[in-house]
């Protein structure tokens, strides 16, 4: 028991340094606190998400990945005790976490608004006969 307490700290531990770290001034201690300022403010605030998104997708994903790994090992070492589905599930569910930014960035892609994804003009700045 004492060494779940230790894991329990730990983790406390590190969570509370995350987000001391990840923590910014306060946006009503600003003098010039209208709609428009607030926001300006929302959407900068909002750009750091999806980064966040995807850190978590791939700690998740290595995670039940590993647990994957591990189940897949417990059946082996006892089938009948451990069925080979709960194994295949958490790795697939793993695979498809750690695929999620990828996806995600391919999809901004082709639906944003970038340069790259646009239509060649050759053929719009072409002369019309």
């Known amino acids: 028991m004492k060494k779940f307490n230790g894991i329990y700290r730990l983790s406390a531990a590190v969570t509370a340094g995350v987000m001391v770290g990840q923590s910014s001034d306060a946006y009503a201690a600003a003098a010039n606190a209208d709609l428009g300022g607030f926001t300006a403010y929302v959407g900068t605030s909002a750009a750091s998400l999806p ?12 995670g039940l990945a590993v647990a994957g790994i591990f189940k897949l090992k417990q059946h082996v070492d006892n089938p009948s005790q451990s069925p080979m589905k709960d194994g295949i599930i958490r790795l697939g569910a793993g695979g498809c976490l750690l695929t999620l930014p990828f996806i995600a960035e391919a999809m901004l892609n082709t639906m944003g608004d970038t340069s790259a994804n646009t239509a060649s003009t050759a053929l719009t700045d072409a002369p019309i006969p």
Do not use: E, L, R, W
């Open 51 to 62: 980064a966040f998104i995807s850190t978590i997708a791939y700690i998740c994903g290595v």
